[in-house]
Each structure stands twice: as C-alpha cells, then as structure tokens.
C-alpha cells in the first residue's frame, strides 16, 4: 500500500489500494467456507447457464416471459462472478488486496447488476399483468420489439445510473486506514473510507434507490393488485389456480431478492455491524443467485417439460449413435 501527502485532516491519502478484510476473523474456518462457496457457486453457474440453454433449445419457450428470464439468469451469473472468484482467493491468502481501479469497477459491475435487477423484475411482473389481466392482446402489447426495448432500457439505466454514482464516489479523496471491513467493495463500507463530505453522495445514492429501486417495486406492487383483483374474479377455482401459479415463481423472486435488499440498504446504520453485514451480503449475492433457478425449474411446469424432454433428446441422440 502506498500514501500520498496529508490530507486536509492529517490522515495519509489512500493511492495505492485497498485491503478488503472480509472474512478474516473466522480463521481456520475460512478453508471451510471457502469449499462451501465454491460449491454453491458451481451449483449457481450450472443452474443459471441450465435455464439459458433450455430456453435456447426449447421453441416452446420462446415467449415473452422467458425472454427475460435468460436475461435474468444471464445477470446473476454476472453477479456471482463478480465477487464470488475473488472472494475465493482471498480465503486461501493472506493480501487480500484490491487496487482503487479494481474496487471501483468491482462496485460499477455490483451496482449496475442490482439496479438491472430491480428494473427487470419489474417488465415481468408487468409482462405477468399483461399476460392476464389482458390476455387478448398479449402478443400485440408484448411483441419481440417491445421485450427487447424493455430489456435494453433495464440494463441502461442500470448502467448509466449507478455509473454516475461509482464514479462520483471514487472522485473524493480516501483516506485514513486502507482496510474495508467487508468482502467486496459495497458502496457503504467504501463510503467510509473517504475524507470529505459524503452528503451528496448520500443525496444522491438516496435518489437513485427512490427513483430506480422503490420505483421498480411500487410497479411491481401495482401490477401484481391488478392481477390479484382480475384473478378472483375468474369463475372457476381451477382457473385462478392455474392464473396464480404462473406468478408464483416471479413473486418469491422479488420477495427474495427485495427483502434482503430492503433489509441491507435501509436498516438504520446505528444497527449495523461489519459481521452481520457481510452475512446479510452472502444472501444477496452467493444464495439468491442459486435459488432462483431452483425456484423457476421447481416451480414451472413448462420449464420441467421442457427439461425432461431436453434430457429424453439426449439420451436418444446417444442411444442412435453406432
């Protein structure tokens, strides 16, 4: 690690990197952290990439909704990668060291990943809204242009949102002691190392998750009254049966994803340990990114279909073969 002059305040400016702490306190019991994360990792590239290439080979998915699900697993395969690996190295070594340019492209890819998230979460649930509270012009509303425009503007503002505030952060000054008491470079912990006023910052940050977080989950909301409303009004139980279950896999999604998000992001810092922290970040980051495609293969009757007849394909493509 190397310093510059002093700041303002007479701390030494922070220039060469960082030193992410993580889990560090957990001592011998990082080797068996390491391999239980290396395995929940394997299992959310294999699940994500499964859920990719069954909707790729399966004509039969071709539609709106699983459009943006390949989009969805695609995202969390980006998400894991993005911290997952080095988090791996860093329980087998002892520098665990990050330059200022890693940490905040680490931060950009984070941040753009999650508020993508959130923006498609919501062009489902209103691809679900549209798909049964208006089911005879389904195909006009959600025409392959329309999906993509949705998908393309998600990963925008994703983009160019979160961009804005990484790179207004990393323009402050950081200085002090280099150690960040987490795993990867959030933006809260990262927030503390700086010596100089962070209010706009916050301003800012507190916009951001107005605007393109609460935003997204109040449409969501919203879409999902309109369906819950149209459902009960089907006249057969079998019919609002049926209505439901091709939601339930998207609601425990957001459920998921939201709560833990909500909980990290909004809990009052006073509350806030850097332990529990990096606890509540391994749900977000490490469990979710597997539980999703569990939860749509589980779930989804169309996407097992199409699973079993992918794997029967298979087996009798090889049988033929002399």
Known sequence: MTYSESSPGGNQTISGGFILVGFSYLNELQILL?????????????????????????????????????NLSFLEICYTTNVLPQLLVHLLVEEKTIS??????????????????????????????????????YTTIMSGWVCALLAAVSWTIGLLAEGAETLWLFSLPFC????????????????????????????????????FIMGPFLLII????????????????????????????????????????????????????????????????????VLNPIIYTLRNKEVKGAFKKTVRKAIFSHNQRP
């Open 222 to 289: 919203l879409s999902y009254v309109c369906i819950i409303s149209t459902i009960l009004r089907l006249p057969s139980a079998e019919g609002r049966r049926k209505a439901f279950s091709t939601c339930s896999s998207h609601l425990m999604v957001v459920t998921l994803f939201y709560g833990t998000g909500l909980f990290t992001y909004l809990k009052p810092k006073s509350s806030s340990t850097p332990e529990s922290d990096q606890m509540i970040s391994l749900i977000y980051t490490v469990v979710t990114p």
């Open 34 to 70: 390491f391999l239980l994360l290396l395995v929940i990792y394997l299992v959310a590239l294999m699940g994500n990439l499964i859920i990719i290439l069954l909707i790729k080979l399966n004509p039969s998915l071709h539609t709106p909704m699983y459009f943006f699900l390949v």
């Open 100 to 137: 200022i340019v890693g940490c905040m492209v680490q931060m950009l890819v984070f941040t753009t990943l999650g508020l993508t998230e959130c923006c498609l979460l919501a062009a489902m649930a209103y691809d679900r809204y549209v798909a049964i509270c208006n089911p005879l012009h």
């Open 176 to 211: 002090g002691s280099n150690h960040i008491h987490h795993f990867f470079c959030d933006i809260r912990p990262v927030e503390k190392m700086a010596c100089a006023d962070t209010s706009k910052n916050e301003i800012l940050g507190l916009t951001m998750s107005a605007l």
